[in-house]
């Protein structure tokens, strides 16, 4: 499923990157090889060892370049666990997109560790628009963002 700044574009205002975020569930060796598979058939310069350290790092993501553009892809390697997402649609192509809920829990636990705090703008913009256009079950987040340690910094953004 696609989040970051993809999905933030698609659940509140667009904005342009330079990268591509997928989180990927992987939870045993087969789907791993599946995994270095497909993106090499996206025309991905694929190191093992980069997805083999991010499965053993706490943040678990792994960046892939393409020659052909200037384009990266950072896969977020979920490990077994479901992944909530919803459904939505790329140029008409259907596809997957981390919830709106999840989405913003994410950029305040980036937020939360954005130093300088003036880094984090294009995350805090990201938030407000979503909570702006997008249908979002508030209570929720304000109850994992309080687990979290992020809820002040939720609060201080909601309209």
Do not use: C, H, W
Not at 21 to 47: I, N, P
């Amino acid at each position: 499923m696609f989040t970051g700044a993809l999905a933030s574009s698609f659940y509140g205002v667009a904005r342009t990157t330079v990268d591509i975020d997928v989180v990927v569930r992987v939870s045993a060796k087969s789907q791993r090889v599946m995994l270095v598979s497909a993106l090499r058939q996206a025309g991905l310069r694929v190191d093992d060892k980069k997805i083999d350290a991010a499965m053993k790092s706490d943040y678990r993501i792994a960046t892939f370049s393409n020659s052909e553009s200037p384009y990266s892809v950072d896969i977020i390697l979920s490990l077994g666990t479901r992944l909530e997402k919803r459904a939505g649609a790329i140029a008409g192509l259907p596809t997957f997109y981390q919830t709106p809920e999840d989405l913003i829990l994410a950029k305040l636990r980036m937020i939360k560790v954005t130093v300088p705090r003036e880094r984090a703008v294009k995350d805090e913009e990201d938030v407000r628009a979503i909570l702006r256009f997008a249908v979002v079950d508030v209570d929720s987040v304000r109850k994992r963002a309080k687990q979290e340690d992020t809820l002040s910094i939720f609060e201080s953004l909601k309209p």
